[in-house]
């Protein structure tokens, strides 16, 4: 059996949480492939809002095993918290959330490193979100890291230790005043790893082996978007982390001939978090009506998103590196009002009109090119069917099939699992 893959195609933030949970009814096993508590997957129902950073977003449905892959880095304090938060939904963690000994552990000093690191690059800071997501893959593929293998065997407190003396000499070497007790911070982080060892373990390459083998159904769920992939993103104003589709066979272990369906999520608009190229941002009215009415601040680190018209450049070029098959559009709702929306068609690049993503798309390089469209004005969030949708929203829809020549099957008009709109 396939496995089927979910993932962003623009600086993430695109609402994947909210369609994995609404997708999982028709899978067994929902699998975290990349990332970590740097991301933040929003889910809302019944009148209720849920943040999950590292946990897959299937967990509030009883028929899906949830599985933390090899290619995402844990920080068992952020961890315990959102298992915390889940206590009250009377879930079955234990059976039906399942951890790869091979995912890292994001350490007290890797956070301490992250935050030393940053304020040492000043104003050419990356705009990280000092989760210590950066500094764990970069042990990772140096070879220290601590993996969650490593807390069944009897020396992993040992390499703990020498791991976080090794961080704070690199700590000391930033040379910025950075404050911090590490004696707290080791509490926290030694409690969490005792709620931690009672989940359950697995080697999980073998586990999705075997249930494909059986026949079930495996979603695979990214994090972050694709314009922040460390190789094809935005460099290096990115993530440490593969989040194209590509991330997904290194971390969780399928092969490429293995993978189904390429489900990519896009925003009816634009947003950013952080620093970086952003060619379509919007410093107006309209770029602010966008913020507010979208709610857009960052589910993890609380801060303003940046916004922007629809970049087709942009979103071809993520639709093209991942093999996109369907799409879903998110936050259409969103641009209702305005009675004219924009598509960024190309870019003046240099002075000349180029159709692709260049290599750099700083603001001094680049220049949209947009197509306007009439907009609609109609309220969508009570729409239930793709009959009810306004005929500009449907022409918008139109154009942007033709023009990634990719079926849009999903549109959103709200952030609750009901306001999704199968086409």
């Not at 993932?7 to 997708?23: A, M, P, T, Y």
């Not at 844990?74 to 915390?84: A, M, N, Q, S």
């Not at 030393?116 to 104003?123: F, M, N």
């Not at 993530?239 to 925003?267: D, E, M, Q, R, Y």
């Amino acid at each position: 059996m396939a496995v089927d893959l979910l993932l962003g195609l623009q600086w993430g933030d695109e609402g994947k949480g909210k369609i994995v949970d609404v997708l999982t009814k028709n899978y067994n096993i929902i699998a975290r492939f990349q990332g970590g508590p740097n991301a933040g997957h929003t889910l809302e129902f019944d009148g209720i809002k849920h943040v999950l950073h590292t946990i897959p977003s299937g967990i509030f449905h009883d028929n899906a095993i949830n599985v933390v892959g090899n290619g995402v880095v844990i920080d068992p304090v952020i961890f315990k918290k959102e298992l915390d938060n889940l206590n009250k939904f009377n879930l079955d963690i234990k059976s039906k959330l399942l951890i790869s000994r091979k995912a890292h552990l994001i350490l007290p000093t890797h956070r301490l490193l992250d935050a030393a690191s940053e304020a040492a690059k000043g104003k050419a800071k990356i705009g990280s979100t000092l989760k210590g997501i950066g500094p764990t893959y970069m042990d990772k593929t140096g070879r220290n890291g601590i993996r969650v293998g490593d807390l069944e065997l009897n020396n992993w407190k040992e390499k703990y230790r020498a791991l976080a003396d090794k961080h704070e000499s690199m700590i000391d070497f930033h040379n910025v005043d950075i404050q911090y007790d590490l004696q707290e911070l080791e509490s926290d982080f030694f409690n969490a790893i005792k709620e931690l060892k009672q989940l359950t373990f697995i080697d999980s390459e073998e586990y999705l082996y075997q249930a494909q083998k059986s026949g079930k159904k495996i979603l695979a769920e990214g994090a972050q978007g694709s314009l922040l992939d460390i190789d094809f993103g935005t460099y290096p104003y990115v993530t440490s982390s593969n989040t194209t589709a590509a991330g997904a066979c290194t971390g969780l272990g399928v092969p490429p001939g293995n993978i189904g369906g390429v489900f990519g999520i896009f925003k009816a608009y634009t947003t950013r978090v952080g620093s970086g190229p952003f060619p379509t941002e919007l410093f107006d009215k309209v770029g602010a009506t966008m913020g507010r009415v979208g709610n857009e601040f960052g589910a993890t680190t609380g801060r303003p998103r940046r916004c922007g018209w629809l970049d087709l450049v942009a979103l071809k070029y993520a639709v093209r590196i991942n093999g996109v098959s369907e799409l879903m559009m998110m936050k259409a709702d969103v641009l209702s009002g305005f009675k004219t929306v924009k598509i960024c068609i190309a870019y003046k690049y240099k002075g000349e009109k180029v159709n692709h993503l260049p290599y750099n798309i700083e603001a001094e390089n680049i220049v949209p090119i947009y197509k306007e469209m009439k907009g609609w004005e109609k309220d969508l969030t009570k729409m239930t069917s793709a009959e009810q949708l306004p005929e500009t929203l449907i022409e918008y829809i139109d154009y942007l099939e033709a023009e990634l020549e990719i079926p849009i099957k999903i549109v959103s008009v709200g952030p609750d699992r009901k306001q999704t709109i199968h086409r």
